[in-house]
């Protein structure tokens, strides 16, 4: 039987295109998270409103994970969950402090450059082999990096904030290129409800041992946004999970990079943000970096921000 007529049977006649299209409507969903959390973020921080918004998803995981059939994981499948949990959250706060200092689009762009460190986490940590194709890619990442980074320069009273966001950027990418790795472990070793419920719960826990000095209530006004967040990551996790059960990674991987465009027009909608060259310059550079890389690993270059 043929891969094609298995995939079929299993996930039912679905047209060709409409994996595709899910999945882009699935990105556009997560730019709207992204532009809600820059919002949060800069009203009370990027501590609160990630603790607050892992609080929010573990509820809804937990109540989902108990509505369903469940098995209790290991205590090995229990560490996994508390070591990605812990990056995931390095992730998040290197991330949206930097959004919070860069235009949408730039931060977006920065951010595409995680599977390329992926790729060469892949070798060191899995032993495999570094291909000709992740050389180039870097390459193409590299000087995509620098010329945004070049933008910044000559903006003599942005460009210092706009430096420390651009190095949390870069550093959340790093740790998110080892996120990729955890993620396909994961995968192999529990359901994605576990893992979501797990990983915010891991996450709540991890930074509401500093809540005693740093956690403030959240006013009134800014729990609609929060549900909303949480709301449009669910979904966003949702519609990306169901495309890539019944399309290969090699046709949704370039949809991942229409989050480009989205932040270019959520930025300029709600911040008043405007994209320059060097950061649309840089940013398609990255992409087409990106894009090789998946010629050499499909799979780590397979966008996961859907479960962070």
């Given at each position: 039987?043929?891969?094609?007529?298995?995939t079929?049977?299993?996930?039912?006649?679905?047209?060709?295109m409409?994996?595709?299209?899910?999945?882009?409507?699935?990105?556009?969903?997560?730019?709207?998270?992204?532009?809600?959390?820059?919002?949060?973020?800069?009203?009370?921080?990027?501590?609160?409103?990630?603790?607050w918004?892992s609080?929010?998803?573990?509820?809804?995981?937990?109540?989902a994970?108990?509505?369903?059939?469940?098995?209790?994981?290991?205590?090995?499948?229990?560490?996994?969950?508390?070591l990605?949990?812990?990056?995931?959250?390095?992730?998040?706060?290197?991330?949206?402090?930097?959004?919070?200092?860069?235009?949408?689009?730039?931060?977006?762009?920065?951010?595409?450059?995680?599977?390329l460190?992926?790729?060469?986490?892949?070798?060191?940590?899995?032993?495999?082999?570094?291909?000709?194709?992740?050389?180039?890619?870097?390459?193409?990442?590299?000087?995509?990096?620098?010329?945004?980074?070049?933008?910044?320069f000559?903006?003599?009273?942005y460009?210092?904030?706009a430096?420390?966001?651009?190095?949390?950027v870069l550093?959340?990418?790093?740790?998110?290129?080892y996120?990729?790795?955890?993620?396909?472990?994961?995968?192999?070793?529990?359901?994605?409800?576990?893992?979501?419920?797990?990983?915010?719960?891991?996450?709540a826990?991890?930074?509401?041992?500093?809540?005693?000095?740093?956690?403030?209530?959240?006013?009134?006004?800014?729990w609609l946004?929060?549900?909303?967040?949480?709301?449009?990551?669910?979904?966003?996790?949702?519609?990306?999970?169901?495309?890539?059960?019944?399309?290969?990674?090699?046709?949704?991987?370039?949809?991942?990079?229409?989050?480009?465009?989205?932040?270019?027009?959520?930025?300029?909608?709600?911040?008043?943000?405007?994209?320059?060259?060097?950061?649309?310059?840089?940013?398609?550079?990255?992409?087409?970096?990106?894009l090789?890389?998946?010629?050499?690993?499909?799979?780590?270059?397979?966008?996961?921000?859907?479960?962070?």
């Amino acid at each position: 039987m043929s891969d094609a007529v298995k995939t079929s049977s299993l996930t039912g006649a679905v047209s060709p295109m409409t994996p595709v299209l899910v999945c882009a409507f699935a990105i556009f969903l997560l730019s709207g998270m992204d532009a809600a959390m820059k919002t949060l973020v800069i009203a009370v921080g990027v501590y609160n409103t990630v603790l607050w918004r892992s609080m929010v998803a573990t509820v809804v995981a937990g109540a989902a994970w108990s509505a369903g059939s469940r098995s209790k994981p290991t205590v090995a499948v229990l560490r996994l969950h508390a070591l990605r949990a812990a990056v995931v959250g390095i992730v998040l706060i290197c991330f949206f402090w930097g959004l919070a200092r860069l235009p949408l689009a730039e931060a977006i762009g920065l951010s595409f450059i995680a599977p390329l460190f992926a790729l060469f986490l892949a070798a060191l940590l899995l032993g495999e082999r570094i291909r000709r194709q992740a050389i180039w890619a870097s390459l193409a990442g590299i000087a995509g990096v620098a010329i945004i980074m070049a933008g910044q320069f000559g903006q003599a009273a942005y460009s210092h904030d706009a430096m420390l966001g651009t190095a949390a950027v870069l550093v959340s990418t790093v740790f998110y290129g080892y996120n990729l790795i955890l993620a396909r472990q994961q995968a192999q070793l529990a359901k994605p409800i576990e893992i979501m419920l797990f990983q915010n719960l891991c996450v709540a826990i991890i930074l509401g041992l500093a809540a005693p000095w740093l956690a403030v209530a959240l006013p009134t006004n800014l729990w609609l946004p929060l549900a909303g967040v949480t709301v449009l990551s669910l979904a966003g996790q949702f519609l990306m999970s169901w495309s890539y059960a019944r399309a290969e990674a090699q046709y949704l991987i370039p949809t991942e990079y229409s989050a480009f465009i989205w932040a270019i027009a959520l930025g300029w909608f709600f911040f008043d943000e405007e994209a320059t060259w060097t950061t649309l310059t840089g940013a398609c550079l990255i992409v087409a970096g990106c894009l090789i890389a998946a010629r050499a690993n499909p799979k780590l270059a397979e966008p996961i921000e859907a479960t962070v």
